[in-house]
């Protein structure tokens, strides 16, 4: 039997790192996806290992299914089928077993997707031998949710080569979740991220299960509906930064700062917020396309202000800003920050000036517009 499930990344529009202190964010998910395939030989075969292959870094971990029920005996199995957190013993021996398989130095940041895998794949399916071949459109630790996509992927493969969901609705030749198994997906999804990112708010894997765009707040959703053509232009400033890292500041600096913080994190509440109501709210005589554009780059460079606060701008993203503007256009970061990518509005006069647009362009080679 072979699963193949999809997933996608997302920007964040506004309330990166103030949401994991409990502000509201908005997300939307972008058309570059994750992909795991899933495949499970039939019983009567001779195949008794669990193999994971990394297409696009060209890796292959493999452990005999042996090997990782006695890696695993000491927490006395069977591994919980609902929704549950790795522990930090669950983690240890989940590592050794990674570090088993000799991960190249330079490859080392892989091993927390590799362990939430491995936790993912055990609590779900147990000890079964198959075969998980990943492949993914998006740049890894650059803010585009590569990490929530890996797991909503994973947690959606596991799930449909359960015995414990139905998946019956077809989507453009795609089985889809219903709403209470995408609910489970989710919240698995989320254990994986908490592997990889450490304190996640949940926001990345939500956006990725449920699509669109969504406001979050506190580990809820409230599905948006845009009233408007929202362009964006993604600019990678390949600059390499890891999240749980730059989570982990914004935490030891709230600690230190506590006061000041937590008026920056409601200044970001009431941005996201304000953001919220212009996308959602339809254009009229009193309030036009433009004016609500205008809106939304003001209140894009005030979220970039509050961020630089936190500490989680970055050189790079400061050129990007900083060329944008000559254009007049306005920007900000996208995800963790410390590198990574930067989003730019496109606004809708900008889109019939070729010149413009075909400046943009060149300038911005590592660029994709959405
Ligand atoms: N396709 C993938 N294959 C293996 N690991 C991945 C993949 N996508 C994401 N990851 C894991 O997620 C980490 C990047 O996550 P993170 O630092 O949160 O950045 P982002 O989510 O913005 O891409 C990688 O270092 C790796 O551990
Ligand atoms: C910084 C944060 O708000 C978003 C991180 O996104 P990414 O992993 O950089 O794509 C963390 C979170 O909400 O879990
Ligand atoms: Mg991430």
């Known amino acids: 039997m072979e699963v193949k499930a999809r997933a996608p990344g997302k920007i964040i529009l506004s309330g990166e790192h103030a949401v994991v202190h409990g502000s509201t964010a908005v997300a939307a998910s972008i058309g570059l996806c994750t992909y795991v395939s899933l495949q499970v030989p039939p019983s009567n075969e001779n195949d ?99 990490s929530a996509a890996l797991c909503v992927a994973f947690s959606a493969a596991l799930l449909a080569c359960s015995d414990t969901v139905n998946i019956d609705m077809k989507q453009e030749g795609w089985l889809v979740f219903g709403e209470s198994e995408l609910e489970l997906l989710n919240k698995w999804a989320f254990e994986g991220e908490k592997i990889i990112h450490g304190k996640p708010s949940g ?73 919220a109501n212009v996308i959602q709210t339809p254009a009229s005589d009193d309030l036009s396309i433009t004016a609500k554009e205008e809106k939304l780059e003001e209140l894009m460079e005030m979220n970039q202000g509050l961020l630089q606060c936190m500490g989680v701008s970055h050189a790079s993203i400061e050129t990007v800003l900083r060329t944008t503007l000559k254009y007049k256009l306005a920007s900000k970061l996208t995800g963790a920050g410390g590198g990574g990518c930067v989003l730019t509005l496109l606004p809708t006069c900008i889109l019939y000036s070729s010149f413009i647009f075909y400046s943009m362009h060149m300038w911005a080679s590592n660029s994709f517009f959405f």
């Open 48 to 146: 008794d290992r669990l193999t994971l292959q990394l297409k696009d870094m060209a890796l292959e971990f493999s452990w005999p299914i042996g090997r990782i029920k006695e890696a695993l005996s000491s927490l006395g199995g069977p591994f919980p089928s609902t929704p549950t957190s790795c522990s930090a013993e669950s983690l240890k021996l989940i590592l050794a077993l990674i570090e088993e398989q000799n991960i190249l130095e330079a490859k080392i940041s892989l091993a927390s997707g590799v362990c939430a895998f491995l936790w993912l794949y055990t609590s779900i399916l147990g000890f079964k031998p198959a075969t998980v071949v990943v492949t993914s459109d998006l740049p890894l630790g650059s803010g585009l949710g590569s």
């Open 203 to 275: 926001i990345d894997n939500t956006v990725s299960t449920y699509g669109n765009m969504i406001k979050f707040r506190s580990g809820n959703l409230t599905r948006i509906k845009s009233s408007m053509p929202l362009k964006m232009l993604i600019t990678n400033t390949k600059v390499g930064r890891n999240t749980k890292a730059l989570v982990a500041g914004v935490s030891e600096r709230t600690l230190r700062n506590p006061d000041a913080m937590s008026s920056v994190f409601n200044a970001v509440d009431s941005i996201s917020k304000e953001l």
